[in-house]
């Protein structure tokens, strides 16, 4: 039987475990979160950091669809994870991930996505650029 001293009730979220570098948005109607990885980046990967915090920074001004903005999101923050880890990147895994970021931007960046932002075109075709040859 339950004790009625011990019994809880909660209107939102409940951890009953450790919570590290969790993000957490409740009761919001539309929400955008960043979240900075402050660990040192391997030699030599200095600039793919920085081209991609900047294309985290400008991705959700981009207007794609929810979808292919999560993927955008997922696949940036795999290239990150992959030059932020002790020791040398994994080249595949690296690779494959700027490749991903890539496909996903292609299609705003060659104007096949509809009902992108104004000047978006422009800054994927920019970021596709950036990531081009850089792996």
């Known amino acids: 039987m339950n004790d009625p001293q011990n019994e809880h009730h909660s209107q939102g979220p409940v951890f009953n475990a450790e919570v ?8 919001n109607g539309e929400v955008t979160q960043n979240q900075r990885n402050n660990s040192a980046v391997a030699p030599g990967f200095e600039a793919l950091a920085e081209r991609i ?3 985290l920074r400008q991705l959700p001004q981009a207007g794609l669809a929810d979808r292919d ?6 696949a940036a923050r795999d290239v990150l994870t992959a030059i932020t880890r002790p020791g040398p990147p994994e080249e595949g895994r690296l690779r494959r991930a700027v490749a991903l970021l890539r496909g996903v931007l292609a299609p705003v960046a060659t104007g096949v996505v509809a009902g992108t932002a104004v000047g978006a075109q422009e800054w994927a075709t920019a970021a596709i650029e950036g990531l081009t040859g850089i792996v």
């Open 20 to 27: 590290s570098g969790a993000q957490l948005a409740w009761n």
């Open 69 to 74: 903005r999560e993927d955008a999101e997922s």
């Open 53 to 55: 915090e900047d294309l």
